[in-house]
């Protein structure tokens, strides 16, 4: 049930299930649960890692919303353009697909009890391909470093870089239906691309429009034309 949008910018952000929200857009790229009942708490040991380093944040997530029963990918099918992050999980309710998107969290590091890599089902068509960024709790590459940034905002975050990695395989209007918290969004505020993103968990939503609100306020990298949205549509 919708219960509240916000607008920043080329991003619309609605909270509420998007089962139940009607949007158009031209790609989806999600990372949905992955009904997979993800202990929010021993998945977040980075953050406590952190406190060791003096970094800010609570010490455990609440539980993904969803999460603790199979995922259905079935209402993003309809987009002509999808990634979707996790698919190895269900995969047996996605079609046949070359294009399978790799992303490398070790890098030739030692393997742990997390996974060495991440995978995410695609219908872009062409070859497999593969993105490196070390991604190991407390340990994160990038702009998310811990010394950067301090703790993880979201059990199941991913790097600005990977979703901007994405959002450039795409074009036109991106949706997010399971947005978390907003790391879609603010690749393509950044890449110039309008975003529409949802999300049913309010901390997540809120920690979402702040993210999005000061990329926001950054320079953008690119100014492209919003589309017409009328390739893909979510919620019924």
């Known amino acids: 049930l919708l219960s509240r949008v916000e607008t920043i910018g080329d991003a619309t952000l609605y909270l509420g299930d998007c089962?139940?929200?009607a949007v158009l857009a031209d790609a989806c790229i999600a990372d949905p649960p992955y009904g997979v009942s993800l202990n929010t708490k021993t998945a977040a040991r980075g953050r406590h890692r952190g406190k060791a380093f003096g970094l800010s944040g609570s010490d455990d997530f609440a539980p993904i919303r969803g999460d603790d029963k199979p995922f259905d990918p079935l209402h993003l099918l309809a987009f002509k353009q999808a990634i979707i992050w996790g698919g190895n999980h269900f995969c047996s309710r996605l079609p046949d697909a070359p294009q399978w998107l790799v992303w490398d969290k070790r890098c030739g590091g030692t393997p742990d009890d997390n996974a060495d890599c991440e995978l995410a089902w695609t219908n872009l068509g062409g070859p497999a391909r593969m993105h490196r960024q070390v991604w190991r709790g407390f340990f994160r590459a990038g702009e998310e470093n811990a010394a950067i940034s301090g703790a993880k905002v979201h059990p199941a975050?991913?790097?600005?870089a990977l979703m901007q990695w994405c959002v450039e395989m795409?074009?036109?209007v991106v949706c997010d239906p399971y947005m978390g918290s907003g790391t879609t969004g603010v690749a393509c505020v950044r890449l110039g691309r309008p975003?529409?993103?949802?999300?049913?968990?309010?901390?997540?939503?809120?920690?979402?429009?702040?993210?999005?609100?000061?990329?926001?306020?950054?320079?953008?990298?690119?100014?492209?034309?919003?589309?017409?949205?009328?390739?893909?549509?979510?919620?019924l």
């Open 170 to 172: 795409t074009a036109g």
């Open 195 to 235: 975003f529409i993103g949802v999300e049913i968990d309010p901390t997540h939503f809120e920690t979402a429009c702040r993210r999005i609100e000061e990329a926001w306020k950054q320079p953008r990298l690119f100014a492209e034309p919003a589309p017409p949205a009328t390739q893909g549509a979510l919620g």
């Open 19 to 21: 089962s139940e929200i």
């Open 157 to 160: 975050q991913k790097p600005v």
